[in-house]
């Protein structure tokens, strides 16, 4: 399996930061990754895909970056909507592994 | 409108058997993988595993390899996740999702069914 990593666990920020979340990969996963926003009582939510592309609907205060094993999700101008759960998934291979979450609180 | 509706939440004690359910409409349903996803109390989203229903192959984490079953029934459009013996471990909300045409990757999810397996 392709395990996942994601930095830091935790983030504290305030309403206006940018902040960013790292996601490595224990191989090489070309640009197959996503990112998920996911919130209590409620299903995931896409918000990139290939890496970089920004799935529809989504702000464009959401970006991503990266390729190989190394990729990041980049918040800027943070809202209050955005304070959540952000997750990374391969999907390189088809045993689909998630990272083990970011937890972005409010300062 | 793709939609995934799924059943609801079930209590249950260990050693009992359990199915749960993931009703699709919206689309084709024989022509997409359908997948599952754990989410244990307080902790992080797990793959467990997804399903075709044209073919009915199945792909399995290798941490959920022999401890669940996933199936579907393609005349009522509907996925199923179940145990034969469940574990209080196996508490946990448990969601579906189906990949989106362009994006490759789950997109549409269902809203959740919480597994709660108690003495």
């Known amino acids: 399996d392709i395990q996942m990593t994601q930095s830091p666990s935790t983030l504290s920020a305030s309403v206006g930061d940018s902040v960013t979340i790292t996601c490595r990969a224990s191989?090489?996963?070309?640009?197959?990754l996503a990112w998920y926003q996911h919130k209590p009582g409620k299903a995931p939510k896409l918000l990139i895909y290939?890496?970089?592309s920004l799935q529809s609907g989504v702000p464009s205060r959401f970006s991503g970056s990266g390729s190989g094993t190394e990729f990041t999700l980049t918040i800027s101008s943070l809202q209050p909507d955005d304070f959540a759960t952000y997750y990374c998934?391969?999907?390189?291979?088809?045993?689909?592994?998630f990272g083990q979450g970011t937890k972005l609180e409010i300062k | 409108e793709v939609q995934l509706v799924q059943s609801g939440a079930e209590v249950k004690k260990p050693g009992e058997s359990l199915k749960i359910s993931c009703k699709a409409s919206g689309y084709s349903f024989s022509d997409y993988w359908i997948g599952w996803v754990r989410q244990m109390p307080g902790k992080g989203l797990e793959w467990m595993g997804s399903f075709y229903p044209g073919d009915s192959e199945t792909r399995y984490s290798p941490s959920f390899q022999g401890q669940v079953t996933l199936s579907a029934d393609k005349s009522t459009s509907t996925a199923h996740l179940q145990w034969s013996s469940l574990k209080a471990s196996d508490t946990a909300i448990y969601y579906c999702a189906r990949r989106g045409d362009s994006t490759r990757v789950n997109e549409y999810w269902g809203q959740g069914t919480l597994v709660t397996v108690s003495s």
């Open positions: 191989q090489t996963i070309i640009d197959w």
């Open positions: 998934q391969q999907y390189h291979r088809p045993s689909r592994t």
């Open positions: 290939k890496a970089s």
